[in-house]
T-cell receptor, first 114, second 114 residues
Framework: DAMVIQNPRYQVTQFGKPVTLSCSQTLNHNVMYWYQQKSSQAPKLLFHYYDKDFNNEADTPDNFQSRRPNTSFCFLDIRSPGLGDAAMYLC?????????????FGQGTRLTVV | DAKTTQPNSMESNEEEPVHLPCNHSTISGTDYIHWYRQLPSQGPEYVIHGLTSNVNNRMASLAIAEDRKSSTLILHRATLRDAAVYYCILRDRLYGGSQGNLIFGKGTKLSVKP
């Protein structure tokens, strides 16, 4: 059974039209991460939540926001998607943010901007 | 700054062992060495991690050099399903939060030939 679920698997949005990607987990983990992965590149961390504490990476554009209404769900909001935001968006969870813990990834949402 | 260095690509034959190298010459005494892999069109998955001693699990073995400046992920019998990008990542055990995050480098693309 999938433990980190991302919906939808594929999302097409219009240039400049806000879009929300969702992630849910059944692991009851404290930490949830969002990564952006462009074609043929490594995943790039955008931000993460430790419980309700939000931690933004320094180079994450303001266009990207996130919400975590409860332990199980986390959302990625792209306020005004540009063509350069087309990518695979990966959600991951971890029981803690300590270095010994493993992260569990969802299958990703592939975002196309037209 | 690149903390790890891996070959861009490697090839293996099915049912033969594979040794995937990783150089981390600037590793600190508190860095854990993690390996993740990403199969095509999927999210990354945890493979193994270690600190100083060699480690074995059901997926692979991790051999860590005595000076810890390099490590090798060993797949004992490669299968077609092992074709993936393998990422070697350092995580500092002293820190939680952003400083201990899972930051991906470029990885090694492993191809497995039947």
């Amino acid at each position: 059974d999938a433990m980190v679920i991302q919906n939808p698997r594929y999302q097409v949005t219009q240039f400049g039209k806000p879009v929300t990607l969702s992630c849910s987990q059944t692991l009851n983990h404290n930490v949830m991460y969002w990564y952006q992965q462009k074609s043929s590149q490594a995943p790039k961390l955008l931000f993460h939540y430790y419980d309700k504490d939000f931690n933004n990476e320094a180079d994450t554009p303001d266009n990207f926001q996130s919400r975590r209404p409860n332990t199980s769900f986390c959302f990625l909001d792209i306020r005004s998607p540009g063509l350069g935001d087309a990518a695979m968006y990966l959600c991951a969870t971890s029981i803690s943010d300590r270095a010994v813990t493993e992260a569990f990834f969802g299958q990703g949402t592939r975002l196309t901007v037209v | 700054d690149a903390k790890t260095t891996q070959p861009n690509s490697m090839e293996s034959n099915e049912e033969e062992p594979v040794h995937l190298p990783c150089n981390h010459s600037t590793i600190s005494g508190t860095d854990y060495i993690h390996w993740y892999r990403q199969l095509p069109s999927q999210g990354p998955e945890y493979v193994i991690h270690g600190l100083t001693s060699n480690v074995n699990n059901r997926m692979a073995s991790l051999a860590i050099a005595e000076d810890r400046k390099s490590s090798t992920l060993i797949l004992h019998r490669a299968t077609l399903r092992d074709a993936a990008v393998y990422y070697c990542i350092l995580r500092d055990r002293l820190y939680g939060g952003s400083q201990g995050n899972l930051i991906f480098g470029k990885g090694t693309k492993l191809s497995v030939k039947p």
